[in-house]
T-cell receptor, first 116, second 115 residues
Framework: AQSVTQLDSQVPVFEEAPVELRCNYSSSVSVYLFWYVQYPNQGLQLLLK??????LVESINGFEAEFNKSQTSFHLRKPSVHISDTAEYFCAVTTPGYSSASKIIFGSGTRLSIRP | ETGVTQSPTHLIKTRGQQVTLRCSSQ?????VSWYQQALGQGPQFIFQYYREEENGRGNFPPRFSGLQFPNYSSELNVNALELDDSALYLCASSLDGGSSYNEQFFGPGTRLTVL
């Protein structure tokens, strides 16, 4: 069975400061990894994903995440945050390939709050 | 191109009642997955429908059931509502059911409150 652990339920940070949201996963098989963002009163939006290839993946709004197989981690980072980054962030995992259902396993989320 | 839409946006029911939630998939997508997101938690997979057939199910009791229609829209039905069913219900559409390579696009969700 697969699982995802997000170690921090809340991360407060000042505007323009760097941030890291931590994510560890558990799986006996290879994985696809995702970060989703959920703005207040909205659904989930895919922020970035790791499927294969380069272990460092980037989003269009300055976030990046690095897949570390040995540490089973996929931490999300941004060098300088903005007020608009205030949201809940979910790390997620799924099994590559074709199965009976391509279900996504989500972590419990990290609430990122930006202070001016 | 229209994204994933869900209705209603909010719903209040009492214990023991039944509820139906609706989801319209993104144009061209033939697969709909449903997730339950309780307050303060991550979404949990309920089940997936692919070409009108259930294509996998999470750890939810049989009183959670669904349908998918020929136009690939979908319904989630919950019978005998319990207080713990209060949650945000998300649907996500994608191409070709079991392929995890294809991105799932999420709707805005339906907020269900059970009193």
């Amino acid at each position: 069975a697969q699982s995802v652990t997000q170690l921090d339920s809340q991360v407060p940070v000042f505007e323009e400061a760097p941030v890291e949201l931590r994510c560890n996963y558990s799986s006996s098989v290879s994985v696809y990894l995702f970060w989703y963002v959920q703005y207040p009163n909205q659904g989930l939006q895919l922020l970035l994903k790791y499927l294969s290839g380069s272990t460092l993946v980037e989003s269009i709004n300055g976030f990046e995440a690095e897949f570390n197989k040995s540490q089973t981690s996929f931490h999300l980072r941004k060098p300088s945050v903005h007020i608009s980054d205030t949201a809940e962030y979910f790390c997620a995992v799924t099994t590559p390939g074709y199965s009976s259902a391509s279900k996504i396993i989500f972590g419990s989320g990290t609430r990122l709050s930006i202070r001016p | 191109e229209t994204g994933v839409t869900q209705s209603p946006t909010h719903l209040i029911k009492t214990r023991g009642q039944q509820v139906t939630l609706r989801c319209s998939s993104q144009s061209g997508h033939n697969t709909v997955s449903w997730y339950q997101q309780a307050l303060g938690q991550g979404p949990q997979f309920i089940f997936q429908y692919y070409r009108e057939e259930e294509n996998g199910r999470g750890n939810f009791p049989p009183r959670f059931s669904g349908l998918q229609f020929p136009n690939y829209s979908s319904e989630l039905n919950v019978n005998a509502l319990e207080l713990d069913d209060s949650a945000l219900y998300l649907c996500a559409s994608s191409l070709d059911g079991g392929s995890s390579y294809n991105e799932q696009f999420f709707g805005p969700g339906t907020r269900l409150t059970v009193l």
